[in-house]
């Protein structure tokens, strides 16, 4: 057991890294500077479901970044969906596991095959998006991140199993946080416990081959909230007069959510043994497919007429189908959007002004109190809400004075 000041210094370390003690006061002062477009959601922020994480970063002589985070309404154990804000842990432990593996010539673009061993599973042994007709780690990874494709993180999430998800996340320190559940594939407790068998190949060789799994344990939280609503539509599209029961559907705080950015763009603050295991490979991928418009994007490529350009940035430009890409600007974001919530966790980079914050935030909204029945005001309050919460504080960082000039070249890639 650490002594006394060894769990201070613990405890120390730990707010410099994390941020932990937070300035409650400085966004709602900024909201609040603007009526016109927040009064609507601070008159009702238990309503809309608010919560905002904003941290400011600002770099020492040696371009290492220091944290200061400020807070509104946030509240770790408050539940709300995660939606897919859960697949970028998913897509870090994915790569993590194969590099553990350590197998000669298997990598993130060796095919991986998908088979079916359990009720309700499919397999999977082409994908017609990518450049060589094959699925691979590294394609479904370029899906999740360019438009958050649900199937994409099914595999990912069969491959590394529910069990080893959740033991990464504890690994990692995100303790208000699980994942348990695959996406549109109407999941029960007992399928989301079996995950599929999945084989790697080089050509007709085998390179690496994982039976199916199941996972026995369960992942309690002592969260509030998770009953939601006054009823909701079931999956016979019968409407149930009871409220929505979200108790054990996946969980991702905005408090996780913002560690898991801060460690994944910002390594160097961390000490080597507490570093996602990730080659420079692995950090490039991952940034340049959190950054890419899907418009940019050729392998896969999409119809710009379902996803434009800056379909997945809802902080900074709330998916709005006619804004322009601002000149100087990158968003690295991981969205979700289900059953009213908006979520958006982002670092924003704007090259010509010397501008980085990290934002995160939730907003809701379901005023008919009826879940799963796809009536959500999302075009009307929540896309709203997060393009004028990005510009908000984007605009309060222009004007903040910084003592040294950020070195931000290692976040301009070649897209």
Same mark, same amino acid.
């Given at each position: &057991?650490?002594?006394?000041g060894?769990l ?11 941020g ?8 709602e ?8 477009l ?10 809309n479901?608010?919560q ?13 970044p220091h944290f ?8 770790d154990?408050?539940y709300?969906f995660?939606? %897919? +804000?859960?697949?970028?842990?998913t ?23 998908t ?20 699925? %691979? ?20 999430y069969e ?14 320190g995100? %303790?208000t ?9 109407k ?8 995950t599929?068998p999945?084989s ?15 996972d026995?344990?369960?992942?309690p939280?002592?969260?509030?909230? +998770?009953?939601m609503g006054?009823?909701y539509m ?11 029961n ?11 959510q913002?560690?898991? &950015? ?9 000490p080597e043994n507490?570093?996602?295991?990730? +080659? ?7 940034? +340049? ?15 710009p007429s ?9 902080l ?9 890409p601002q000149?100087g ?12 919530f ?9 090259f ?30 929540c896309?709203p809400? &997060?393009?004028n919460?990005?510009r908000?504080i984007y605009?309060y960082?222009?004007g903040?004075?910084k003592?040294?000039?950020a070195?931000? %070249? ?6």
């Amino acid at each position: &057991m650490p002594g006394p000041g060894l769990l201070l210094l613990m405890l120390l370390v730990s707010q410099a890294v994390f941020g932990q003690q937070r300035d409650t006061v400085l966004v709602e002062k900024l909201l609040k500077s603007r009526p016109e477009l927040f009064g609507k959601i601070l008159s009702h922020p238990q309503k809309n479901q608010v919560q905002i994480l904003y941290t400011q970063i600002d770099r020492d002589a040696a371009n290492v970044p220091h944290f200061k985070s400020y807070s509104y309404n946030l509240d770790d154990l408050h539940y709300f969906f995660p939606a %897919s +804000t859960v697949k970028l842990p998913t897509v870090i432990f994915a790569l993590e596991k194969l590099n553990d593996l350590k197998i000669n010539g298997l990598s993130r673009t060796s095919a991986m095959i998908t088979g079916a061993d359990f009720t309700k599973q499919t397999r999977v042994e082409r994908d017609s998006s990518a450049a060589n007709g094959l699925p %691979s780690l590294e394609h479904y990874i370029k899906k999740i991140l360019l438009v958050s494709d649900n199937d994409a993180y099914n595999r990912l999430y069969e491959w590394i199993g529910r069990a080893e998800i959740n033991e990464r996340l504890r690994k990692n320190g995100l %303790s208000t946080s699980r994942i348990l559940n695959r996406y549109a594939v109407k999941d029960t407790e007992e399928t989301s416990r079996h995950t599929n068998p999945v084989s790697f190949y080089e050509g007709a060789r085998l390179l690496y081959s994982q039976p199916g799994q199941f996972d026995p344990q369960n992942y309690p939280l002592n969260l509030t909230n +998770t009953s939601m609503g006054r009823a909701y539509m079931d999956s016979s599209d019968r409407l149930v007069e009871k409220p929505f029961n979200m108790a054990n559907k996946n969980a991702f705080s905005l408090t996780d959510q913002q560690a898991v &950015m801060k460690k994944l763009l910002f390594p160097e603050v961390f000490p080597e043994n507490e570093r996602f295991h990730l +080659t420079k490979s692995d950090y490039e991928l991952i940034y +340049t497919y959190m950054s890419k418009l899907p418009s940019e994007s050729d392998f896969p490529r999409y119809d710009p007429s379902e996803y434009w350009p800056l379909y997945a940035k809802f902080l900074f430009y709330g998916a709005d189908k006619e804004a322009i890409p601002q000149n100087g600007v990158r968003v690295f974001n991981k969205y979700g959007d289900s059953y009213g919530f908006i979520i958006d966790n982002a670092y924003v980079v704007d090259f010509e002004n010397n501008v980085e914050f990290m934002l995160s935030a939730v907003v809701q909204s379901n005023e008919d109190g009826i879940y799963n029945d796809d009536r959500y005001e999302y075009k009307e309050v929540c896309y709203p809400f &997060m393009k004028n919460l990005g510009r908000l504080i984007y605009e309060y960082e222009l004007g903040r004075n910084k003592e040294r000039k950020a070195d931000l %070249s290692r976040f301009r890639l070649d897209y």
